[in-house]
């Protein structure tokens, strides 16, 4: 931690956030660089070279202004090679007294809602997802294309954890205690492009002061509410909770039989009574 202090790190969902923020603090200490040396060429105040639209003017009068390759010939001439490095940390007032709280609590968090629409057999316990529409606030979406990608990739990841991947180790009966009880990730199933619902993609942007132009994340919050999503349209389909992954066709028929079970047995002492 001599060379670099501990942080939030750029991982859980904080690439833009952290690398953003530090990605612009040392295209600032560029500009300032090739700010200096145009001033310098021409002989007036840094503060007064104007870095906009692919050129470098001076912002008293307009008209005196080169092309930016121009202005950065004349910072590498006087600085050579242009280089830079940013850092960022999180804003020191909301950390907190708290075991970590020198690493710092996170300065922003995204919101996601998720609507799903699922078809339930009554016979087989099969569930067929149609759609999930993903309304995730991102803060600002940098690049549009991207962020629709990652919150439909992390939809559909959600998706395969609620009707597919299931992690299950052999116990002392069935082998060594602890291993995958799979050969190979060949038998891991996770969905085809076939079985992917309709994904909807909805962004929602609300500008954070704290983020890179007002960026926050579009990695693993769009992830975890198609769970939830999906076990509540099962519920509103066919009346049952699932509280345990995956919604699988033999769990799926499990809970139907016993909740029908259950309303015959009710119905049968409503009558006895």
Known sequence: TDLTPVDLGAYSSRVTFMLGNACIDAARKLKRLVQEAVGTEWGVA??????????????????????????????????????????????????????????????????????????????????????????????????????????????????????????????????????????????????????????????VESIDPEGPYGAKEAGEGPLHPSIPAIANAIYDAVGIRMDALPFSPPRVWKALTAAAAAAETDAERVAAD
């Open 46 to 203: 840094p503060g007064r070279v104007l870095l906009a639209g692919g050129r470098a003017m001076d912002a008293t009068d307009t008209g005196r202004n080169i092309s930016i390759q121009e202005a950065f010939n004349l910072a590498e001439a006087r600085h050579g090679t242009l280089g830079s490095v940013g850092w960022y940390h999180t804003p020191t007032d909301v950390h907190g007294d708290y075991r970590g709280g020198t690493i710092g609590a996170s300065p922003a968090y995204s919101f996601t809602a998720h609507v799903a629409e699922v078809e339930v057999d009554r016979e087989t316990g099969f569930v067929d997802v149609r759609s999930i529409w993903v309304a995730h606030d991102c803060g600002r979406a940098l690049n549009p294309m991207i962020v629709e990608g990652q919150m439909e990739g992390s939809a559909y990841m959600g998706f395969a954890e609620a009707l597919m991947e299931e992690h299950i180790f052999k116990d002392a009966e069935h082998g060594k205690q602890g291993l995958h009880n799979a050969p190979s990730l060949l038998d891991y199933r996770i969905p085809t492009s076939l079985d992917t619902p309709e994904l909807h993609s909805l962004i």
